[in-house]
């Protein structure tokens, strides 16, 4: 379209030349076409105005002065890492215009040049600016959901799969995620992704327990046209799309043995083979393995590789069941509510009760379990708060009150044991907290306070009731 009916946009463009005519063509033929436009007449102006706004696209003369195209370039993409310029160039300059898409520049326009020509490039050039604006809002998102801020917990468990996970994902090192379903492997996978040197390449998920045997491989390692009934063009595997990024391979113990072969191949040679190819492709993949199962037990039983065993357990990352870090629970609650009210037009909140009903329980669903539980009472609840009544749990998983500490028990009402009550759930639940923390900074009640988020007469006045003392002190009343 190119008179002043088309619709204004927010794309701003800056056009630099020291040539006033040129310049002043340039910018009304933009402005024709509902762009925003700004001029500037020197390679200072410019860089003055990219401090100051958001440009999109940069279009400037090569030759100038005193400062020419290239320094202009060459101090606009500091300022503006993301702008995407254009060169303007003299025909007998064009070997210099290459030159400078070598150094960053998008593309370049010779002079004189047709109206319809340069649409077309500042058109590409601001398709580009978008698709950057796009990846970058993407891996925002995908660091904000994926990050640690994702793992909710300050429980001792948590702080140590944090603190490990923070060391080992700055490294390339292979890493497995052991935890039993629903404890959130791919969290973790997605977290070690999101703190890597990689985290601005792709996450490619794949649960091998959701593919059939026939398909995985070709899932996984691609295919070449006519590899089978129905290959009708070749297609690249999920490792190839991982290329540069990382591949997490969610219950990697239910593949057969010799899809594990050619697994250990890609992790031994870094390269993959397509399914009817004769040839290797290199890739660059950092793996991430999960399983629920225990895979020392597969390997002794022969149903998993020993060297693909070792292979994958470079560095080994276990996710506590929620029943071993029940003080996480009203956390997590908060956690899974803030986020079912963010969808919600009626927005919930929680009642005091609710949080000493759900500690009691053992969750052998594990994360998934609470979080379920949390978005049905957001959805089916009748009043604004939330009540224990709101979140009925089945009787048969309660947590023993009597266990040692670190190590809760379960129960059943079919054992003829007796169940404990709310109190004393949550006050064994309590007890596990202040005694590892005591156990891990002893006297220093201030640290101790500070890792339990409470503070230090509170703390004072739950180790009287439970009796509590620091390790190594003889604290009297």
Same mark, same amino acid.
């Given at each position: 379209?190119n ?7 927010r ?34 102006? %410019? ?23 290239? *320094?202009? =370039? ?7 890492? @993301?702008?995407?310029v ?11 215009a ?8 998008? /593309?370049?326009v010779?002079? +004189?040049?047709?109206?319809?020509e ?6 590409? %050039?601001?398709?580009?600016?978008q ?7 993407l ?6 959901? @994926? ?15 944090? !603190? ?20 959130g ?11 890597? &040197?990689?985290?601005? #390449?792709p ?12 398909? =995985? ?15 009708? &063009?070749?297609?690249?595997?999920l ?21 594990? !072969?050619? =697994? ?13 190819? !004769?040839?290797?492709? #290199? ?6 393995? %999960? ?14 590789r020993?060297d ?13 069941p ?7 629970v ?7 509510? #803030? ?11 929680l009642?005091?009760?609710?949080v ?7 969750f052998?669903?594990?994360v998934?379990?609470?979080?379920n539980?949390v ?7 009748e ?7 709101d979140?009925?749990? +089945? +009787? ?10 670190? !190590? ?6 079919? *054992? ?7 109190a ?6 309590e ?12 006297? /220093? ?6 890792? =339990? ?7 004072w006045?739950k ?15």
């Amino acid at each position: 379209m190119n008179d002043a009916s088309k619709p204004l946009t927010r794309d701003c463009i800056l056009v630099v030349d020291d040539q006033r005519n040129m310049r002043a063509t340039t910018a009304l033929l933009l402005r024709t076409d509902g762009y925003t436009v700004l001029e500037a007449a020197t390679g200072d102006e %410019a860089l003055a105005t990219l401090s100051n706004t958001r440009v999109d696209v940069m279009l400037t003369d090569l030759k100038m002065e005193p400062m020419d195209g290239l *320094t202009l =370039l060459k101090k606009a993409l500091e300022v503006a890492p @993301h702008l995407q310029v254009i060169m303007m160039t003299a025909f007998g300059s064009i070997e210099t215009a290459v030159q400078a898409m070598r150094e960053g520049a998008f /593309d370049y326009v010779t002079k +004189p040049f047709k109206e319809a020509e340069l649409r077309y490039r500042v058109e590409r %050039a601001l398709e580009r600016a978008q698709m950057q604006t796009t990846v970058d809002l993407l891996t925002g998102e995908f660091n904000e959901r @994926h990050g640690l801020s994702a793992l909710v917990g300050r429980s001792p468990a948590m702080r140590e799969l944090t !603190s490990r996970l923070t060391r080992v994902a700055q490294s390339d090192a292979t890493v497995l995620v052991q935890g039993e379903s629903g404890t959130g492997k791919e969290l973790v996978a997605r977290a070690v992704h999101a703190h890597s &040197r990689r985290k601005d #390449k792709p996450f490619v998920p794949v649960n091998c327990a959701a593919i059939s045997e026939t398909l =995985l491989e070709s899932e996984l390692f691609g295919h070449a046209k006519g590899a089978f009934t129905g290959a009708v &063009r070749a297609r690249r595997g999920l490792v190839e799309e991982a290329d540069g990024g990382t591949l997490f391979i969610d219950e990697v113990t239910e593949t057969t043995p010799a899809f594990q !072969s050619k =697994l250990l191949r890609t992790l031994q040679e870094g390269e993959v083979r397509r399914v009817g190819e !004769s040839t290797s492709t #290199k890739v660059d993949v950092r793996i991430v393995a %999960a399983t629920n199962r225990d895979i020392e037990l597969e390997v002794r039983e022969k149903r998993f590789r020993q060297d693909l065993y070792y292979r994958l357990n470079v560095v080994t990352l276990r996710v506590p069941p929620l029943r071993e870090r029940l003080e996480d629970v009203p956390e997590l609650v908060e956690h899974f509510l #803030k986020r079912a009210n963010a969808r919600s037009p009626n927005p919930k909140r929680l009642s005091e009760a609710v949080v000493g009903h759900l500690t009691g329980y053992s969750f052998p669903g594990n994360v998934r379990e609470l979080e379920n539980l949390v978005e049905q009472a957001a959805a089916l609840a009748e009043g604004v708060e939330l009540l224990p009544e709101d979140f009925p749990l +089945p +009787p048969n998983a309660r947590v023993e009150a009597s266990g040692p500490v670190g !190590s809760p028990q379960v129960s059943s009402p079919d *054992t003829g044991m007796r169940m404990p009550t709310l109190a004393e759930a949550v006050e064994e639940a309590e007890r596990r907290a202040i005694a590892q923390a005591l156990e891990r900074h002893g006297v /220093d009640l201030g640290r101790v306070a500070e890792e =339990l988020s409470v503070s230090s007469t509170t703390l004072w006045r739950k180790m009287k009731r439970l009796n509590l003392r620091p390790s190594g002190a003889d604290h009297r009343d």
